[in-house]
Structures are given as C-alpha cells and as structure tokens.
C-alpha cells in the first residue's frame, strides 16, 4: 500500500522535560520520526516545551511551538494552522495522554485531524489493566493472577482473594510510579493508598508477584496490511521485581530456549493484531517461570517505547524513522532497510554481537533515599556497549558509566565482607552486578547467589569466568610474564590495561605498552542489521578484539567530537543537542564528523548523524585506539559537558589538537586558586576562598572567610557534594565526606554571599570579539544551583550598571583566558556589586536555551569559530526580539518520597521547560517572583 497522500502537514507531540521514566530516548524517537516525514515532502510541526532537545530545533522540523504540553496549546496551534494528522507515538506517555484528552473534548473531531500511527482504542484498552487482562486471557494468553480496584476496600478484598506477595500497578502512569510489591499483609495498606492516589483515574491492579520469573522484552512493528516485524529480544538480566529501566538487559536473549522464544514470537505477534488498527511501534514485556517456562504477558505498549532507543541503537534498525513512514499508509516491505540499503524494512535484523544496557543511577543526589530497587524506576540515564559477547560487552558497559569503574571488579573498589555483600545481593540496589562478582571471588557457591537473586545460573557462570581468569593473572608478577596468548582472551572478555595492571600491582601504562607491542589492538566491527551477510552502508563500529578492522579510515580532514557518556543530574541530555549541532557544523565546513559515545538515548548516537559513529566508552583506553586508527586533525571536547572535558589533559599530554580553547587555558579556569589569582591579576571581584587538602587546612579557612560558607570538591559538575555550611562542626563532618568519596579532589571553601542575586552569561569568542549570547537571571537567589534555579532571559530587576559591569567582566575573563569557542560565566550580585564566582570554558546546561529563546544557531556557529574556519563577524547574528524566555526545572521528587526536597547548591533537577511571557505581569511570572520572595524570607 503506497504513501497516504491525503496527508500533507503533520503534528507531533512531544515528551515535555526530562523525569524519570521519560528521558531522552523520545527526543531520539520524535527527531527520527519528524526527518523521516520531511524526506516524503510532509510539513512538520512540532510541540514540545524542552529547550534542551534536538526535536525542537529549526533543524529538525518546519515549524517548532515551544510551548506547554496542554489540550490549551493545542487548541493554539490547531487555530493557527491547518493539519491533516497528528502523531502522538513519539512522546512517551506525556503525548500519548495529551491526544487522549484532547481526543475526549473533541478537539481532533472539531479541526478534522486524524491521529496515526495509534488506535485510542488500542491505547485504552493497554493501559486500562483490567480490560487488558480479559482481553489477554479471551486471546488465549496467560497472565498473571490478578483483579481491579478503584476503592481501598476492593483493593483489600483483591488481596485477600490472590494471596502475597502482590504487585500494585496504578492505571495511567509512568515509570511504574505509585506502584510497588507488598509481601505481607502489613504492608498492604500503605502501598494500596499510594497507588490509588498516584492513578489519575484512582484506580490499580492487584496482582500475584511473581518474583524470581524471567522478563523479556520485544520490539516489534506492525503496518497497515498487518505484516509485523520484530526487530530484537531483549533480555534482562535482574529478574522480575526489578523495573525494566532499572535492569541490566541485554540482547539477543542468552538464556531463552528456542520452544520458548517462538513461543514468545508468537504471542507477541497475535497480541499486536489484536490490538485495534494501527501501523507502527509496540512493545511487549513477557516473563517466564525458570522452572517450567511457563509464559505470561506483563504489559503491552502500543507506541514507540522507551527500549525503541535502545533497541534501534542494538541492531541499527531505525525504528521511529520506520514507525512514522508507518503511519502515513507505507507497509514494511516497500521501504527499505536504511543501513543495508538493499533489503526491504521487512526483514529482520540478524546480531553477530551482543549488547549490554546499564542504567545509571543517581542517589547521591538525593540524601537519605531508598537505593533497594523495584518497581519503580529510578535511573536517570543508561549507557550500551557492544562486543562479541556477554562477557566482553558487560565489562565495556560498567566502563562508560561514568562512576570510576575500570570495568566489572578489578579496580580497588571490591568488597571484602561476605555478609554485607549477601545483603546486597538479596535485596538489589544499584551495584548489586559488582556484588554479584565479589561473592564469587570470596568462594560464595554459585547456587546460593542464584537462590539469593534469581539471576538465571547462564549469567552467573559468566561471571564465574572472570573470577577463574583473575586468579590465574595473580601469578604473574610484571606485564612482560603474561602469555600472549593468555593477554588476548583477558581482552577478549573486555578487561581494561588498567584492570590487569590493579591485579598485577603495576602502572596501567606498562600494560599497554607491551600489549600494543605485542600487536594486540581493537578492531572494529560494523553493526549491520544484517550479520554481515549483506554489504551494509552503515558507518557505525564497535570495538573487539578480532583479526579483521571493518573500520577503513579516509584520507579526508577529519574532527572527532566526543560525547557526554550516560545522562545523569547534573550533565543531561543538554550536552547532547551540542554535540548534534557540532557534527552538522563541522559537515559543513567541510571536515568530516567523527562521534564517540555510548549512550543509546540520544540523537548523536544516530547511525547517520556523523559521518563515522564509534559507539564506544567515552573511557581513555578506547578513545585512544579510535584516535590512533582515524588519526583525527583535532578532537572537539568543549560539547560533551565534564565527560569529555576531562580526558583533555591526557589528550594535550598525548599531543592531539584539542580545538578551540587549549588545555591549558581551560585548566586555569576549573582551578579555583589559579582561578582567582587571575581574578585579582584582572581586578575582578570574587568571594573570599581557599583550598583545603585536610580539614585542619579546611577549618583554618574558613576562620578568614567566615560563615556561611560554601564548601565543594573540586573539578566535578552538578553541584556534586557542594554544601552551604555555618559551623567548625558542620564543615568538618562535610569535608571528611568528601574526602572519603572522592580522595583524589582538593577542597575549595568559599565566602558564600548571603541573599546575593545570581546571573550567568554565554558566550561565544573568537580570539578578537566576544558576543554575548544571553544574560540569564535566576529568580531563586545564590545558595539554590543554577540548574535547579528558574531563570529568566534576559534580566529583569538587576540594575543598568550591575548588567554593564557583568558583560565587561566576560569579556576580560573571555580575552584573558584566549577562549575559542564556548564560555559561561555564574555572578553573584550583592548590594548591585558583581562578583565572578566561576567561569566554564565549555558549552554549558544553559547554551541551548539561549539558542531556542533567542532563534540563533549558536552551537553552530561556536563550533565553526572553535575550528578556526570562521570568525564572529562572518556571521549575521540577529536575535528574536520581544519578550522574556523562563527557564523552569524539572524535577523527579515523586520517586523518592522521603527525601528532603529543599534546593541548595547541589543540582537535583532531572529536566527543564521553557515558557515565553511579554511582560513581567504574566501570572506565571508572577508566581516565581513570589517564590523567590519566600526563599529570601524563610
């Protein structure tokens, strides 16, 4: 069936900010789907209030409303302009719920727009469970036991009649929100209450749990002849009573025997028919009982889901771009297969290779929260990592992480007590995989770990393996003793130099030297869709230790760009938008774009966003081979936040071009005495400070600063363990902490200016001129971090002369510090004096925000002037005039309800939004003010 061409101009909605459950996977999915719909000549709209994405910039759609994810806004833009369709699958469960409602008030009815991609009937009769569950069982399908309750009294009838242990499910939510398992009858009542008050409809299955089971998970698509597809299996690893986002998964399935796996594609084939008349995305969660493989469906989701990232990431089969041509009436076998680019889109994909997903969490951020996992989501990003097999791909994932892991154990972070670590193992937290490892290695049987975690027994042998090669690399002494032979399956299972140099009790640097020596070096492999058993087009590798390199560099002038590894608080999916704008910049000027990264949410990991995609660990070790094999002109760290900006002294050490600013210069602006020393060098005011390397140093400071005063590590982002403190007292049990967390960091304490206002600018510098791109008030006062502070663009009650000083200042600090390319610098104003408090040489949280409230590419344009190919001037610079841009932070409080949800200077928002106000008499702005008042005052 050939494309509806009845359909001429479509909208999409979008996801809204970054929360936990809904991250920015379905900015991935919503820009796919918006530049598949333009190829077929199709006007694109698109409605989403996150500035900090990729889907809502010029470059990704015709026309672009910043505006609330409301029925209001869509009635706005539908009286602006005419539409023949709407999508509502690319938005996670926020769009989804949108089209509903403005389904339900006839909104679509009254403007004549169809929506596809989805059936609202479909919709309904997925996320209402107890219909879903009859109809599960009228199709032959097994589910768990289970009954609806929308009143305390049903729930405590359903209980009694199922039996423990329970699962509460909440219709109507994300994330599994609300939800939660109850073993005993004391725990019942509690858990009931909140699910029903979490439901928007007040309503919640009560389920028999059936904890210990095996999850898998489907992707599949489906088009309008009813032809379906399923594009992978994925499964996880925690077994069920851990959230899906929460699991380690990985794919293709490892433990699934073949009756059970065509079981399960039969099942997952037949439900989707089922469920109404809709072309496009589902995906399907089943779990089976270890002992009999007896299977059951979970939940069913008929749209574009948050594992459609990471499964078109895990095979290369774009799926977003392939759902939405979909929708707009094409069947699966009259498109192609965007990478092979000669089989059709019906054929499904084939994996020579293994990937690993692994969620990264943030609890540090929010104190005295429960770390046990459930299930509710808590994660805030994940990382994927390919390799030719479990064990090799595991190894690589626990390395992007970004939390000094040097891979699964062997890295001076073991435990040694057998009772704490069984404790950890029955009860599952964020590291409980690094457990697992550390009970094998202290002779815990095998079967009594199984017994403690469910974990299938396949899984645990693996890991088994490691623990075996551990204890035979011990008898060696020096690198020059390993076997060659002995060496190359160490680094074929994924041990880092660094990991056998702990074991060995020698430099990671001697290592390496006599493995490359010995010729032992990564290759690299071309994921494929296809297991190379067609010629792909596809320039996207991993990296393995085999005999044949598929990765064949050009002789053309080439930038790597490296990415921002993992989303987590503090360093999100804002560093992402940066890192896309860079690679379109460097396109254009001529160069060809080389992406290093490892997080399967987002837009820069796309197979053809660069012209060359190394989806890799954004780690020394593997950065280092990609740069020897390409041999790159320069390496862009300026875009991927504190993840990248952090390798730049090995880099320079190394002798590669960084480009833009030097190393050297971006040094002196994150060391704080260095720092202020060139402050005062530039007469700059700045807080009194110190740096502390004990607390004897640290309390002998703040005897000359005074208190309050504000105490940090060094070199971190986020606000990460940065504290107000008012006593000897408070500051020593804060400085010890840091210390104990992160050894290797200084300690700075500052004079914190109390009640002052805080401002920041961005700015763009060539060498010669400094353009201001935008000066942002917060509207909390200093002591609240900027990315949890709301904001406002540009100023709106700091004074004439206060704002001249801060523009001047930039510009010295700009100049002094020969920045080329991107600078943010955060002021405090106290009694209208600007103090500097720290300046980043780099693109910051706030960059696209500026971008999107003003309509100016400033990310291209910073990247063109860090290459040295164009100067300010060449640019015709003219932002859109009128009215005030508020940022608004997000934040996931709701998953951690004990927590303390005071804001201070550690950054705890998980997103933002944008609204636009003419005046300062808008309502919405109003209510900051007036919140702003209360922190002054409280």
Request: proline content about 4%; charged content about 25%.
């Amino acid at each position: 069936m050939p494309k509806d061409n009845s359909i001429k101009s479509v909208l999409i909605i979008g996801s809204g900010p970054i929360i936990i459950g809904q991250a920015c996977e379905f900015d991935y999915s919503g820009s796919q789907a918006a530049r598949s719909l333009r190829e077929e000549g199709i006007e694109v709209s698109l409605i989403n209030d996150n500035p900090a994405t990729i889907m809502t910039d010029p470059v990704t759609a015709d026309h672009v409303y910043l505006l609330p994810l409301t029925v209001e806004s869509i009635v706005q833009i539908l009286e602006e302009r005419e539409f023949d369709a709407v999508l509502s699958t690319m938005g996670g469960q926020t769009a989804l719920n949108l089209a509903i409602e403005a389904g339900k008030q006839g909104v679509w009815d009254k403007y004549n727009v169809r929506l596809i991609g989805v059936d609202l009937d479909a919709i309904e009769l997925t996320e209402n469970r107890e219909a879903f569950r009859k109809h599960m069982i009228q199709m032959g399908l097994s589910v768990a036991p289970s009954r609806i309750a929308n009143s305390f009294l049903e729930g405590k009838e359903a209980a009694q009649e199922i039996g423990y242990p329970l699962v509460i499910r909440p219709s109507y939510t994300l994330g599994g929100s609300g939800g939660g398992f109850v073993h005993t009858a004391e725990e019942f009542d509690a858990a009931l209450r909140r699910g029903l008050n979490m439901s928007p409809t007040h309503e919640v299955l009560v389920e028999k749990a059936v904890l210990g089971w095996k999850e898998f998970e489907l992707e599949l698509l489906r088009d309008a002849n009813d032809n379906v597809v399923i594009i992978c299996t994925v499964e996880n690893l925690d077994p069920m009573g851990v959230h899906t986002g929460d699991s380690i998964t990985v794919a293709p399935a490892m433990t699934l025997s073949d009756r059970a796996y065509q079981q399960m594609r039969d099942e997952a084939i037949l439900a989707m028919r089922s469920l109404g008349n809709f072309a496009g995305g589902c995906n399907i969660q089943f779990a089976i009982n270890p002992a009999d493989e007896k299977l059951i469906v979970i939940e069913i989701n008929p749209r574009v889901s948050r594992s459609s990232a990471l499964a078109s990431k895990a095979t290369g089969y774009p799926i977003a771009k392939i759902a939405a041509k979909l929708a707009i009436g094409y069947t699966l076998d009259e498109l192609k297969n965007q990478i092979t680019q000669n089989t059709s889109a019906y054929f499904e994909p084939t994996l020579d290779y293994v990937i690993v997903k692994m969620p990264r969490w943030n609890f540090s951020k929010f104190h005295g929260a429960d770390h046990s996992l459930g299930l509710q989501m808590k994660s805030v990003g994940e990382v994927m990592a390919i390799g030719r097999n479990f064990l090799e791909a595991l190894q690589k994932a626990c390395q992007s992480l970004e939390n000094n892991r040097m891979g699964l154990g062997a890295d001076k972070k073991e435990w040694i007590k057998t009772a704490d670590i069984l404790e950890r193992l029955e009860h599952p937290s964020e590291d409980r995989i690094f457990r697992l490892k550390d009970a094998l290695r202290l002779g815990v049987p095998e079967k009594t770990i199984q017994k403690l975690t469910r974990i299938d027994p396949w899984f645990i042998k693996q890991i088994k393996q490691l623990v075996k090669m551990e204890q035979q690399l011990m008898r060696y002494n020096v690198a020059e003793d390993l076997p060659e032979d002995f060496l190359r399956e160490l680094k074929e299972v994924g041990y880092s130099d660094a990991q056998i140099a702990w074991l060995l009790r020698i430099k990671e640097q001697e290592v390496s030297t006599y493995r490359k020596n010995l010729g032992i070096r990564r290759t690299y492999k071309m994921v494929d869709t296809c297991a190379a058993e067609f010629e792909a087009q596809t320039p996207y590798f991993y990296s393995t230790f085999d005999t044949e390199n598929e990765s064949v560099p050009s002789d053309k002038k080439k930038i790597v760009v490296l990415g921002s590894g993992p989303n987590r608080i503090g360093q999100g999916i804002e560093f992402d938008y940066c890192c896309v704008h860079g690679l379109l910049a460097i396109k254009e000027a001529g160069y060809e774009s080389v992406m290093v990264n490892c997080n399967p949410e987002t837009v820069s990991t796309d197979f053809d966003v660069a012209d060359k995609l190394y989806f890799e660990p954004v780690f020394w070790e593997h950065l280092e081979e990609v740069l020897e094999l390409e041999k790159p002109d320069g390496i862009i760290v300026q875009l991927g936040g504190q993840t990248a900006l952090k390798l730049a002294e090995t880099l320079d050490e190394k002798g590669y071009n960084i480009i833009g600013t030097s190393f050297k210069n971006m040094d002196l602006a994150e060391d704080r005495g260095a720092f202020s020393d060139l402050l005062k060098e530039l007469e700059i005011p700045y807080p009194e400070y110190g740096v502390a390397n004990d607390a004897d140093e640290a309390l002998a400071i703040a005897q000359q600063t005074g208190y309050p005063a504000l105490v940090r590590p060094s070199y971190v982002l986020g606000g990460q363990r940065m504290r107000i403190v008012i006593n000897d007292e408070e500051l020593e049990r804060h400085v010890l902490s840091i210390f104990k967390h992160l050894p290797d960091n200084r300690v700075l304490i500052d004079q914190f200016l109390d009640r002052a206002k805080e401002a920041e600018i961005d700015a763009i510098c060539d060498g010669d001129e400094v353009h201001i791109m935008g000066i942002m008030e917060h509207i909390e006062p200093a002591g609240v971090h900027s990315g949890d502070s709301s904001a406002v663009l540009p100023t709106y009650s700091l004074s004439v002369a206060a704002v001249n000083k801060m523009v001047e200042y930039a510009e010295k600090l700009a100049k002094a510090l020969d920045i080329r390319g991107l600078i943010n610098i955060q002021f405090a104003i106290k009694d209208d004096k600007v103090y500097v408090i720290e300046a980043n040489p780099r693109a910051s949280r706030t960059t696209p925000f500026i971008a999107k409230a003003y309509q100016v590419p400033y990310l291209n344009i910073a990247t063109k002037v860090m290459m040295g190919t164009h100067k300010l001037k060449d640019f015709d610079i003219k932002p859109r005039p009128g009215g005030f841009a508020i940022k608004v932070p997000v934040f996931s409080f709701n998953k951690f309800p004990n927590v303390d949800k005071n804001l201070g200077p550690e950054m705890r928002s998980t997103g933002e939004g944008i609204r636009f106000i003419k005046d300062l008499s808008d309502p919405f702005f109003r209510e900051l003010d007036r919140q702003r008042y209360m922190y002054l005052t409280r």
